[in-house]
Structure formats: C-alpha cells, structure tokens
C-alpha cells in the first residue's frame, strides 16, 4: 500500500506564506503526477497546481504568480509554496499522486490523496 503524509498547514495572517509539504511511502513503482487540491466549507473540492514527473506545472489561475508547485522525486515529495495568502484561501488542503504499483509483471495506477491540512488565513 501507499500512505501519503502531509504537514505544514496552520494559521497565517493575510499576506503571509506557508509551505506545503507531501510525501509517499510504501509499494511506489513509479509517480506520474503530483498536485494540490483544496476544500473550504460548503464548498467542492478543487485543484490548486499540478506537476508531472517530467517537471511540468499547472496552476488555477486564482493562485498563478503567489502559489509555487515543486517536487523532489528521489523523496517521492512535493511541496506548494503558499506566498500572499487571502482569507478566502482558508480550506482543508490535499495532496493528490498519481502512483504506478508493480506486483509481478502486472502494473496498475491509481490515485492517491493525503489526509489533508487545515490551512487558516486571517484577515
């Protein structure tokens, strides 16, 4: 199995930063994708930014120019650098992998998502 785990949520005033931190363990073959989602309350859930295992990032473009998306694939870890936070970005955020497993000469993809952090910006 795969466990992903997340740390570097907390409380922030308007304006501040956070860094986001993930990382998997476990029967990893291989990752294709790694990105951000967030929850707020009442609301669905959405993606933040996106990149691929060959460096290419996407972001919605509520966070282009303040959000940075990085990884370190050695230590199956990606990160989200949070700068000039709004209040409205107050959520749950998740980390999402997409994980190819091997067993034998059978491989399968799937997705994997964190437990999630609770990001809370104050105005």
């Known amino acids: 199995q795969v466990q992903l785990v997340e740390s570097g949520g907390g409380l922030v005033q308007a304006g501040g930063s956070l860094r986001l931190s993930c990382t998997a363990s476990g029967s990893i073959f291989s990752i294709n994708a790694m990105g951000w989602y967030r929850q707020a309350p009442g609301k669905q859930r959405e993606m933040v930014a996106a990149i691929t295992s060959g460096g290419r990032t996407n972001y919605a473009d509520s966070v282009k120019g303040r959000f940075t998306i990085s990884s370190d694939n050695a230590k199956n870890t990606v990160y989200l650098q949070m700068n000039s936070l709004k209040p409205e970005e107050t959520a749950v955020y998740y980390c999402?992998?997409?994980?190819?497993?091997?067993?034998?000469?059978?491989?399968?993809?799937?997705?994997?998502w964190g437990q999630g952090t609770q990001v809370t910006v104050s105005s």
């Open positions: 999402n992998m997409k994980i190819t497993q091997r067993t034998g000469s059978h491989y399968s993809g799937l997705d994997y």
